[in-house]
């Protein structure tokens, strides 16, 4: 009868830890007159995760720009005082009030369509409650990811290597910037957002604005 009882509360427990972790990874959705990005999130970073899709869900992302563009390297965006700014207005120093905690995990790294949290510069690494940015970056050599490498607790897999050679990245961001999600389509777009012509604080002469919407 115990051991029957022990099985019964173990398969419970089992149950109920199932029940409380998501099968997938959220989808989300970011509409341009470049074209439509889509992200998943991860589950591993669920404080990034449950945020992003709050904001999302508010529709707080709605009308911001793309304020920040650099060619080979990222797009950033999320600024909320970046919706219906000035051609003239600085960006880039808006935000919700808040930060959340760096969520680092050697899985996850600075590739080619990583969603990643801007932040300031703070000894703990946190993040801006708001603003992203979508990595573009380069292809890197193997003899850069050497030197990469050399600096990591953690060494990048064969998988990683192969990413960053094939797909490219910003391998000098991992570890310092928190890795939340990657795009699953629409990687032509971030190539097309980041060569637009751009005007000073590397602000788009044309503003990118976007729209967020849940997707499953």
Known sequence: MKKLLLLFTAAIMTTTLQAQKPDTDPVVQITTDYGTIKLKLYN????????FLK????G???????????????????????????????????????????????????????????????????????????VQGKKCTDAELD??????????????RNAYKTLGGTPFLDMNYTVYGEVISGLDVIDKIAAVKTASADRPATDVKMTVKLVK
């Open 44 to 51: 591993e970073t669920p404080k990034h995760r449950d945020n």
């Open 55 to 58: 904001l999302a869900k508010e």
């Open 60 to 134: 707080f992302y709605d009308g911001l720009l793309f304020h920040r563009v650099i060619k080979d390297f990222m797009i950033q965006g999320g600024d909320p005082n970046s919706k219906n700014a000035k051609p003239d207005a600085m960006l880039g120093s808006g935000d919700v009030g808040y930060t959340i905690p760096a969520e680092f995990n050697p899985k996850f790294i600075h590739k080619k369509g990583a969603l990643c949290a801007a932040r300031t510069e703070n000894p703990e690494k946190a993040s801006s409650g708001c603003q992203f940015y979508i």
């Open 147 to 160: 030197r990469y490498d050399s600096n990591r607790t953690v060494k990048f897999t064969t998988e990683q």
